[in-house]
């Protein structure tokens, strides 16, 4: 088994760096409280709303598609989410982020697979489109939510010591992780994505695969959203923004392939946590803002480049 | 359902591609327990009416009975739910997946909780593999396979499916001589059960040895069906090649000037194939090379074209030797290879017929950088005008000419560089028989201006046509290396063009299923 699991060190070198730069952080930032186990928890929860649309998006990825709206989504669901609790309460809320990931998650699937549009281009439409209706509706205003309940279950809420955000990463991840790799769903998803008229010609819906993946992503983005309105107690078009190249960050570093048929959730969630981790030990050893940038470009291209198959 | 209803039973089924008939009329029937073969050159239809058959097409007319039931609704998931199965020659592969999870796709096995169970996927599929008495890995990613293996692997995935047809197009191809005792092993064994096989292949040999019953198509109509008592194999090469090949046995045929040797192989190998090859081009001849497919002939012309490497060996231009390294090499020592595949690797289609014609001289035409417009449409027109491209303007995308139009662009491409060696690989395919005979007068043209070409044809008539000398391949290897006149039948009066054209083409089918035999006997 062990052997196995370095022999094939390049499929794996998202594990194999995740503990390295752990324990790197760990001896050179032991003082400045990288251990401390707030520090930790702290990467989990400033990691989970990427994780949760990352783990759609391995669904995506492999399938051969990509979603570029999923940051603006999460935007657009924290104030349809946030006004929709002052309206009509939590449960109003809930109803509202559900219905919006619905709502853009099946026009983007209609545009890609009836239309013809790619959807890198209708999933980039929709990124302004989202974003612009999120502001439109609130007037580029934060809309505050003040539903203690909702905003514990949402985010901002810890179960004894675990908080409530990496209930929600580990959950769905371990639903996602199963659908992926034992669904007749999944594995439709993983044929579509590696050899399109392949899949066709054994009878598999290809079109339909598609729209769902693309359904999938937005309510998890949409899920994201709530997410982060229940964290800040608001909804605001800003949440979320760029959070789409952090999310294909996730997948990729997790070995997912942008070109389709090879994806796994638990390694995208590492991926996440990776991207979290250096994040936050960037943070820690004191780098300025620009440093960090430029540290954290280094790092994924590092760990993208080491994963790649040498013919 | 009547004791004596047909496996399948296809009756006056036409189907047309934009104007052209890919099949007309055609009826086709099969019994359960029987081997059927379904035999035709390229073009004859065989293909079309197996997309058909299993519902990747709709056909225009004519009406499908699987065990006497109609057929009424056209998909794939249809056909197979009568039970209809079929190899796809790798099409039907995801390379991501398993071997298994490929065999079972659509169809997986589920643990209680409705969950994929991969390991009694594998544990099957390794049962198949015993019941065709070969190994394949069931864990192997199918994208890591070779040829061999991917096509068993098809073959698993079509019986896998408990079908009462199964179809299985050219399998044998990639085969080791002994998988392929072993598969017809097995079809004895299906067919003792009543399963009805349809088997298509360019192997008489095989076809021979396995076969009940033929059906020959041809240009897409129905030519005959009989039990292979009565087909000894010249009688089916006769009726495959038929008389069929009006217009281009007037193709004037001048005796070519043979000039000094242009290009020479000494023992040149590439890394699957070709291998060993050794052959002399002389400027003004046209060099054929005949074989069915994966004999190594395209491989040849990619090596020769510097776009797969040369392992071994030497390649001499001119009489001096050149090293190959990259396509750039291969042109600049005045080779140009006007690829298989068209729409892939010879046009881009949303170019415009300029941009295309210049694509290999855009150095020539540049000055600082930039292009000059007018050189660049001096050297559209002038192609146009000298191939007889029909397009509406210089500036029309390539993608709305015709397939014989787009040849003719990607010829003149190439053209432009100003060749010395000019290699075509199957130039003719996919384009209407005008276009085509026009092709070939080319040909004939540039190799009467000087030039060395080698042309690769599965359609042997052109092949005849077009060329000095004919080179037979199998394995990567070249068998046999014949004159044109060399395939004449002198028996045939000399004024009847096309029957002495129909006579060579017999002569020269016999020849490849020769090499094929020999090939067989080398590895028995």
Same mark, same amino acid.
């Given at each position: 088994m062990a ?10 070198i998202?594990?194999?760096?995740? #503990?390295v ?7 050179t =930032?032991?003082?400045? @409280?990288? %251990?401390? +186990?707030?520090?930790? !928890? ?6 989970a709303?990427i994780?949760v649309m990352?783990i ?12 570029l709206?999923?940051?603006a989504v999460a ?6 989410v946030?006004m929709?609790?002052?309206?009509g ?7 509202a982020g559900i219905?919006?990931g619905?709502?853009v998650?099946?026009?983007?699937g ?7 549009i790619?959807?890198?281009l ?18 580029t205003?934060? #809309?505050?939510i003040?539903s203690p309940?909702y905003s514990w =279950?949402?985010?901002? @809420?810890n %179960?004894g +010591?675990v908080?409530? !955000? ?13 659908v992926?790799?034992?669904s ?5 998803v993983?044929?579509?994505g590696?050899?399109e ?5 054994s009878g598999?819906d290809?079109?339909s695969v ?22 800040l ?15 294909i960050a996730a997948a990729v570093?997790?070995g997912?392939?942008?070109f389709?048929g090879k994806?796994t959730v ?10 979290? =981790?250096?994040?936050?030990g960037?943070?820690l050893?004191g780098?300025?803002f ?7 470009g ?6 993208v ?6 013919s | ?13 036409s189907?047309?591609f ?14 359960p327990?029987?081997?059927?073969a379904?035999l035709g050159?390229n073009g004859?239809?065989?293909?079309t ?12 007319k ?5 065990g006497g ?9 249809a ?14 592969l995801v390379?991501t997946?398993?071997v298994?999870q ?5 169809r ?10 991969d390991?009694?996927a594998?544990?099957?599929?390794a049962?198949?593999?015993?019941l065709?008495d ?30 009462k ?11 080791a ?10 079809l ?7 399963v009805?096989?349809?088997?298509v ?5 095989e076809?021979?040895?396995i076969a009940?019953?033929?059906?020959i198509?041809?240009d ?8 292979l008592s009565e087909?000894?194999?010249?009688t089916m090469?006769?009726h495959?090649?038929?008389?069929r090949s009006?217009?281009?046995s007037?193709?004037e ?11 020479e ?10 291998e ?7 400027r003004?001849?046209v060099?054929?090379l ?13 090596v020769?074209a510097?776009?797969d490497p ?7 231009i ?8 990259k396509p750039?090499?291969?042109i600049?020592?005045g ?7 068209r729409a892939?690797?010879g046009i881009?289609p949303?170019?415009s017929v300029a941009?295309n014609?210049?694509l290999?001289v855009?150095?020539r035409?540049?000055?600082a950088?930039?292009v000059?417009t ?9 192609q146009?005008?000298r ?7 210089r500036d029309h995308a390539?993608?709305?000419?015709s397939?014989?139009?787009?040849q003719k662009?990607?010829?003149g491409?190439w053209?432009?560089t100003?060749?010395d ?9 996919g ?5 085509k005979?026009?092709i ?12 060395g070409i ?16 004919i ?7 070249v ?7 060399a ?17 060579a ?6 020849e490849?299923?020769?090499a094929?035999?020999?090939?067989e006997?080398?590895?028995?």
């Amino acid at each position: 088994m062990a052997n196995a699991f370095f022999a094939n060190w390049r499929q794996n070198i998202i594990y194999i760096g995740f #503990v390295v730069i752990f324990i790197v952080f760990a001896m050179t =930032l032991a003082d400045k @409280g990288f %251990l401390n +186990p707030n520090n930790l !928890l702290n990467i989990v929860r400033q990691t989970a709303m990427i994780a949760v649309m990352a783990i759609a998006m391995t669904f995506v990825l492999s399938a051969g598609e990509i979603d570029l709206s999923v940051g603006a989504v999460a935007g657009l669901s924290t104030v349809t989410v946030a006004m929709a609790i002052a309206v009509g309460g939590p449960i109003a809320g809930v109803g509202a982020g559900i219905a919006t990931g619905l709502a853009v998650g099946m026009f983007n699937g209609w545009l890609t697979t009836r239309v013809g549009i790619p959807s890198f281009l209708t999933t980039l439409a929709m990124m302004g489109i989202a974003k612009g209706v999120a502001m439109w509706i609130s007037a580029t205003a934060a #809309v505050p939510i003040l539903s203690p309940g909702y905003s514990w =279950l949402f985010g901002g @809420g810890n %179960l004894g +010591p675990v908080p409530v !955000l990496l209930l929600w990463m580990a959950v769905l991840g371990g639903i996602g992780h199963i659908v992926l790799r034992r669904s007749g769903f999944g594995r439709r998803v993983l044929a579509t994505g590696g050899g399109e008229t392949a899949a066709r010609y054994s009878g598999i819906d290809t079109k339909s695969v598609k729209f769902k993946v693309l359904v999938l992503s937005s309510l998890a983005a949409a899920l994201a959203g709530m997410l982060y309105a229940g964290r800040l107690q608001s909804g605001r078009f800003q949440l979320g923004e760029g959070d789409e190249l952090s999310v294909i960050a996730a997948a990729v570093l997790g070995g997912t392939s942008l070109f389709g048929g090879k994806g796994t959730v638990i390694g995208t969630i590492v991926g996440a946590l990776m991207i979290g =981790l250096i994040n936050n030990g960037l943070i820690l050893m004191g780098l300025e803002f620009s440093q960090q940038l430029i540290a954290r470009g280094g790092i994924i291209i590092l760990a993208v480049a080491l994963s790649q198959k040498r013919s | 359902m009547s004791v004596s209803a047909a496996a399948v039973r296809m009756t006056g089924i036409s189907k047309t591609f934009g104007g052209v008939h890919a099949l007309d009329d055609v009826s086709f029937e099969v019994m359960p327990g029987e081997v059927h073969a379904l035999l035709g050159g390229n073009g004859a239809g065989k293909s079309t009416i197996l997309k058909v058959l299993n519902g990747v097409h709709r056909p225009d007319k004519g009406t499908i009975e699987v065990g006497g039931v109609p057929l009424t609704t056209h998909t794939p998931e249809a056909s197979r739910a009568a039970g209809i199965a079929m190899n796809y020659q790798e099409m039907s592969l995801v390379p991501t997946l398993t071997v298994a999870q490929n065999i079972f796709l659509t169809r997986e096995y589920r643990v209680g909780t409705g969950l994929i169970d991969d390991r009694e996927a594998e544990r099957r599929a390794a049962d198949l593999f015993a019941l065709l008495d070969v190994f394949v890995d069931p864990k192997a990613l199918v994208g890591d396979l070779g040829a061999g293996q991917k096509q068993l692997t098809e073959i698993a995935k079509a019986i896998s499916q408990d079908a009462k047809v199964l179809v299985l197009d050219e399998p044998s191809t990639a085969l080791a001589v002994s998988d392929v005792e072993r598969l017809f092993v097995f079809l004895h064994k299906l067919k003792a059960k009543g399963v009805a096989i349809i088997y298509v292949s360019h192997r008489m040999d095989e076809i021979a040895r396995i076969a009940d019953r033929a059906t020959i198509l041809r240009d897409g109509r129905h030519v005959i069906t009989a039990p292979l008592s009565e087909l000894p194999i010249d009688t089916m090469i006769e009726h495959i090649v038929g008389r069929r090949s009006k217009g281009l046995s007037d193709i004037e045929r001048s005796a070519a000037v043979r000039g000094d040797v242009l290009l020479e192989l000494k023992n040149v190998s590439g890394r699957h194939k070709p291998e060993n090859i050794s052959l002399t081009l002389h400027r003004g001849e046209v060099l054929g090379l005949a074989g069915l497919l994966g004999s190594g002939r395209s491989s040849l012309a990619r090596v020769i074209a510097g776009i797969d490497p040369v392992l071994k060996g030497e390649i001499r231009i001119k009489g001096r030797a050149v090293v190959i390294r990259k396509p750039g090499d291969a042109i600049a020592a005045g080779v140009a290879l006007v690829p298989e595949a068209r729409a892939t690797q010879g046009i881009i289609p949303a170019h415009s017929v300029a941009s295309n014609m210049i694509l290999a001289v855009i150095d020539r035409l540049s000055a600082a950088g930039l292009v000059d417009t007018k050189a660049a449409n001096d050297l559209t027109d002038a192609q146009i005008e000298r191939l007889r491209v029909k397009t509406a303007s210089r500036d029309h995308a390539v993608s709305t000419l015709s397939g014989g139009n787009q040849q003719k662009v990607v010829i003149g491409k190439w053209l432009a560089t100003n060749p010395d060696i000019l290699i075509l690989d199957e130039p003719t395919a996919g384009i209407d028989i005008g276009s085509k005979s026009e092709i070939i007068r080319l040909v004939r043209e540039l190799a009467a201006a000087g030039k060395g070409i080698i042309m690769i044809s599965s359609e042997l008539s052109e092949l005849l046509t077009a060329c000095d000398r004919i080179l037979v391949m199998t394995e990567g290897r070249v068998h046999q290396d014949l004159p044109r006149e060399a395939l004449e039948d002198p028996s045939v009066p000399a004024d009847d063009l096309a029957h002495r054209l129909q006579a060579a083409e017999q002569r020269l089918q016999i020849e490849i299923q020769k090499a094929l035999a020999l090939q067989e006997v080398s590895h028995g």
